[in-house]
């Protein structure tokens, strides 16, 4: 049981650049998260799904789409990348529905850097 | 003002202090409350949930104040494992409204 993976764990690109980032979970969650954590600000949800072919926008989407076309998996995609797209990527999952406590699960992180 | 304040510390104890931290929430209809722990340079990871009436978990307990919309941690007897970043988290009602503080740094050294 793997839990949440992502792909890759390091990426350097150059302005301008496309690339997309994988996630992955084998827990059988409904929901999924992208976030990024830059320093001092904490995470921020860039988007999220609540299940297999539905996405919405957080807190943060500009510069980034998403698609979540089998329940496993969620990807994040940069179509023009910038300096400011510089951060760490965190995917993340749980199990959904209206319970207030539910925990969500991280992966080991993405570290992209924009040059 | 951030939603979520937390002091970014670092805090630098002993093995064996007793620590705490606060963290300070704006939106009162938030409704439910979180300390995640994340080691350095890895993923965040739930601590415990934190409940109105106060919850322990071993060393550490976790308190909720709605009225003056403050959270905080206690982690009695440190360990140098303790050493992380304390994520504070608030849920805000109408789902999926997860903020996450910028986390407080703590160094426990032997």
């Known amino acids: 049981n793997a839990g949440v993976t992502q792909t890759p764990k390091f990426r350097v690109l150059k302005t301008g650049q496309s690339m997309t980032l994988l996630c992955a979970q084998d827990m059988n969650h409904e929901y999924m998260y992208w976030y990024r954590q830059d320093p001092g600000m904490g ?5 999220y799904s609540v299940g297999e072919g539905t996405t919405a926008k957080g807190e943060v989407p500009d510069g980034y789409n998403v698609s979540r076309l089998k329940k496993q998996n969620f990807l994040l995609g940069l179509e023009s990348a910038a ?3 510089t951060s760490v990527y965190f995917c993340a999952s749980s199990y959904g529905g209206e319970d207030p ?4 699960y991280f992966g080991p992180g993405t570290r992209l850097t924009v040059l | 003002r ?5 002091d970014p510390g670092p805090f630098n104890v002993p093995e ?10 704006s939106n ?6 979180f300390w995640y722990r994340q080691d350095c340079r890895k993923e965040p990871k739930l601590l415990m949930s934190v409940y109105s009436s106060g919850n322990e978990d071993g060393r550490f307990t976790a308190q909720l104040n709605r009225a003056s919309q403050y959270i905080s941690l206690l982690i009695r007897d440190s360990k140098l494992s303790d050493s992380a970043t304390y994520l504070c988290v608030v849920l805000r009602t109408g789902g999926f409204k ?7 740094r703590l160094f426990v050294k032997a």
């Open chain 2, 2 to 6: 951030k939603e979520v304040e937390q």
């Open chain 1, 101 to 104: 406590t539910d925990t969500q």
């Open chain 1, 43 to 47: 995470l921020r949800l860039i988007h």
């Open chain 2, 98 to 104: 997860t903020i996450f503080g910028a986390g407080t």
């Open chain 2, 16 to 25: 064996g202090a007793t620590v705490a931290f606060n963290c300070t929430y």
């Open chain 1, 83 to 85: 300096p400011s797209q």
């Open chain 2, 28 to 33: 009162s209809a938030s409704q439910s409350f």
